[in-house]
Nanobody, 117 residues
């Protein structure tokens, strides 16, 4: 399995927004769903949210109402729109097959999100 490719991270001030992208083969979008995960310095990787094979979305409580996951099946891309960002959202963000639990350990490079004034 080829790692998925994340992009779109950067430095943003508290309260700002970013949109992350994850390019995934079409079969993964259709059958496995895609999850977004993040790992902050010194902490374990955690699930942020995911989109199921039928397009339903779920989120961890800490980002509900601020983050939105969507997909463009024509582009084989899943997006993570992040609004009202907080310092505690600072982390490396990854996408992986498996909308709630990773289906493997084939992680990509991730994309760094830093929320700081």
């Amino acid at each position: 399995q080829v790692p998925l490719v994340e992009s779109g991270g950067g430095l943003v001030q508290p309260g700002g927004s970013l949109r992350l992208s994850c390019v995934a083969p079409g079969s993964f979008l259709s059958f496995s769903g895609i999850g977004w995960y993040r790992q902050a310095p010194g902490k374990q990787r955690e699930w942020v949210g995911g989109i199921t094979s039928v397009g339903d979305t779920k989120y961890v409580d800490s980002v509900t109402g601020r983050f939105t996951i969507s997909r463009d099946t024509a582009k084989n891309t899943v997006y993570l729109q992040m609004n009202s960002l907080k310092a505690e959202d600072t982390a490396v963000y990854y996408c992986h097959t498996g909308w709630r639990t990773p289906t493997g350990e084939n992680w990509g490079q991730g994309t760094q999100v830093t929320v700081s004034s």
